[in-house]
């Protein structure tokens, strides 16, 4: 069973940074698309930023500017580095993965909560 592992959440205060990880099984060109995810309390899961395989980004409009989603091809990871968080940037935050086919692929979620 494929699974993606995340890493790096916690408790960090508004204007803080944190930086999350996620490892995927598989090379990473072996992805269509790599990114992250988060669901607050009461709503849906929303779209934070993607990564394609020809490493182009995409963001949510609530996050340009602030986050940054990047990877490490031989250490087979992803990353999402958050600056100028916000109380609502409180959410879990969950690593996705598409291959092209199949089902989407999801990590466990990891908890991120802006406050002071």
């Known amino acids: 069973q494929v699974q993606l592992v995340e890493s790096g959440g916690g408790l960090v205060q508004p204007g803080g940074s944190l930086n999350l990880s996620c490892t995927v099984p598989?090379?990473?060109?072996?992805?269509?698309?790599l990114g992250w995810y988060r669901q607050a309390p009461g709503k849906q899961r929303d779209l934070v930023a993607t990564?394609?395989?020809?490493?182009?980004?995409q963001y949510a409009d609530s996050v340009k500017g602030r986050f940054t989603i990047s990877r490490d091809v031989p250490k087979k990871t992803i990353f999402l580095r958050m600056n100028e968080l916000t109380p609502e940037d409180t959410a879990v935050y969950y690593c996705?993965?598409?291959?092209?086919?199949?089902?989407?692929?999801w990590g466990q979620g990891t908890q991120v909560t802006v406050s002071s």
């Open positions: 996705y993965g598409f291959r092209g086919w199949g089902a989407d692929v």
């Open positions: 598989l090379n990473i060109f072996a992805w269509k698309t």
């Open positions: 990564l394609a395989s020809t490493n182009s980004p």
